[in-house]
């Protein structure tokens, strides 16, 4: 089974601070992504990667920054967290155009 | 810029009726996806449509892909309260997501 893992499933910190959310997949995904859900808007694209340490904006890439420096491993950054940034983000990674698989997500609260 | 719109937003229904969610998209596409979401859980594929005319079921649903009009539609046979979640659409391209049918399936 394909397993995509993040690093915390809730995180709660404070305005202004820099915060790492971290995903993990075991099955050689090439394509790994970045999404925030919200209530009515459904999943917004973050960024996407294609290949080690390349990435690509999404819809909404203001205020975040990403990290793709080994095939496993995608990692989301807020430089400076806003109260805006509270939200569920989840990852998920597939292999060409096929189906993605998610992760469990991560509750981010921002206060 | 690809855009996925979904309809109905939410959805009541009542056990044993039929109903349809359709998923409609701005720029051309092969390739369509479907996928379940629990309170609380994550997200999880229900569908994947690769062409034209494709048709896939699975139990009670039954999604099918129609390129030329953009247009996708899951259909609900005799609803159960399990079939009660959120569902949501997804587009190939980037993976631009509609915004979610949250469907409740009342006894």
């Known amino acids: 089974d394909v397993k995509v893992t993040q690093s915390s499933r809730y995180l709660v910190k404070r305005t202004g601070e820099k915060v790492f959310l971290e995903c993990v997949q075991d099955m050689d995904h090439e394509n790994m992504f970045w999404y925030r859900q919200d209530p009515g808007l459904g999943l917004r694209l973050i960024y996407f990667s294609y290949d080690v340490k390349m990435k690509e904006k999404g819809d909404i890439p203001e205020g975040y920054s990403v990290s793709r420096e080994k095939k496993e491993r995608f990692s989301l950054i807020l430089e400076s967290a806003s109260t805006n940034q509270t939200s569920m983000y989840l990852c998920a990674s597939s292999w060409d155009t096929y189906e993605q698989y998610f992760g469990p997500g991560t509750r981010l609260t921002v206060t | 810029e690809l855009k996925v719109e979904q309809n109905p937003l939410f959805l009541s229904m009542q056990e044993g009726k039929n109903y349809t969610i359709y998923c409609n998209y701005s720029t051309t596409s092969d390739r369509l996806y479907w996928y379940r979401q629990d309170p609380g859980k994550s997200l999880e594929s229900l569908f994947v449509l690769l062409s034209n005319g494709a048709v896939k079921q699975e139990g009670r649903l039954m999604a099918s892909l129609d390129t030329k009009a953009r247009l996708s539609t899951l259909h609900i046979t005799a609803a159960v309260h399990d079939l009660s979640a959120t569902y949501f659409c997804?587009?190939?391209?980037?993976?631009?997501f509609g915004a979610g049918t949250r469907l409740t399936v009342k006894p």
């Open positions: 997804a587009v190939r391209g980037d993976m631009r």
